[in-house]
């Protein structure tokens, strides 16, 4: 479980990998803006529900967080904590979105592209409805 005693902009030290792919590289910490008690609040509650923050080189202006694979961006300007874009699945070193193929849904980055099954669709059901749910998204933050 994550250490919530120190203040969360000395948590931040993350990795850009999907845990146990081996991918991706230590980062010591990321540049935020000054955050309100309120976004602080937000992102540990994602913290507490097994989220882990990540980033990805080439999307460095953005926090994300990761679970089980999936990946969504956040944008922390304003007073808010806000879903940037949509969720996808981690694929290679970025983030793929779900798309629909002649041969199926998968989820694509660049030309990588992991088989988005049965088990892996309803995972990604269940963690956008977690993201949304903990920030509350379409409810006043």
Do not use: C
């Not at 609040?41 to 994300?64: I, M, N, Q, S």
């Amino acid at each position: 479980m994550a250490d919530l005693s120190r203040p969360i902009g000395m948590r931040l030290s993350m990795r850009n990998a999907a845990p146990g792919r081996g991918k991706g590289r230590a980062v010591s910490e990321i540049s935020l803006p000054q955050l309100t008690p309120l976004q602080i609040a937000r992102l540990e509650r994602l913290l507490r529900a097994g989220f882990k923050f990540v980033t990805f080189e080439h999307l460095e202006r953005y926090l994300a967080v990761e679970k089980k694979g999936f990946v969504a961006l956040l944008d922390v300007s304003g007073e808010k904590v806000r879903k940037f874009g949509s969720v996808g699945y981690h694929v290679g070193g970025g983030i793929g979105v779900l798309v629909e193929r002649e041969s199926g849904k998968a989820f694509v980055w660049k030309s990588e592209s992991v088989v988005a099954t049965p088990e892996l669709l309803a995972d990604y059901a269940r963690v956008k409805k977690e993201l949304g749910d903990l920030l509350d998204e379409g409810a006043t933050q």
